[in-house]
């Protein structure tokens, strides 16, 4: 809810910032960014209610690690490597009876971790020369699932896994 409201707040401001500049054809342009950002707001809205969803109905928790990784102007076609960890946390519930009313009681949380995974993953671009177009790449680990999103780039690039020794992983980009 935080990052919706951010984004709106960001939008409005850069509307009435366009509007004040007058510029008709910039005012529809950013109008139909902050369409555009509405409605990856509610996607992202969306998709945390279906986790929030199926970890209360399973007990089941994972924490997501995400990590940005820029490649600048001049930067080499390898990232450096950076760690990663997601938690998978079960919730149980410790009843204690109770005397009144007969057959109560009450429900103590207790969460209690699953299981741990770790990956130290880099990121190579093929086929990027210095100097090139400022890239920024999100990957995320999710349990043992790794993804990666292209936040800025001027390429479309299909995305492979390259597993290194136990727990390192090299995400190789080609550009399509």
Same mark, same amino acid.
Not at 53 to 58: D, F, G, I, M
């Given at each position: 809810m935080k990052k919706m409201t951010a984004l709106l707040s960001l939008a409005a401001m850069a509307l009435s910032a366009v509007s004040y500049a007058g510029e008709t054809s910039t005012i529809e342009q950013a109008a139909s960014d902050v369409q555009a950002t509405l409605q990856q707001? *509610? /996607?992202? @809205?969306? @998709?945390? /209610? #279906? #986790?929030? *969803?199926?970890?209360?109905?399973?007990?089941?928790w994972v924490e997501t690690d995400c990590k940005k990784f820029v490649f600048d102007e001049n930067s080499p076609a390898v990232s450096r490597p950076q760690d990663f960890r997601s938690e998978t946390w079960l919730e149980e519930c410790d009843n204690i009876p109770l005397p009144n009313p007969p057959g109560g009681g009450i429900c103590i949380p207790r969460r209690r971790l699953l299981r741990a995974d770790i990956r130290t993953v880099q990121v190579q671009v093929q086929g990027r020369s210095a100097p090139g177009p400022k890239e920024v790449f999100e990957v995320c680990l999710w349990g043992a699932s790794l993804s990666l999103k292209v936040k800025q780039s001027p390429n479309k690039y299909s995305v492979a896994e390259k597993n290194e020794p136990v727990f390192n992983s090299t995400l190789v980009l080609t550009k399509k």
């Open positions: 707001a *509610q /996607k992202d @809205a969306s @998709a945390e /209610k #279906a #986790a929030f *969803q199926a970890a209360s109905v399973t007990g089941m």
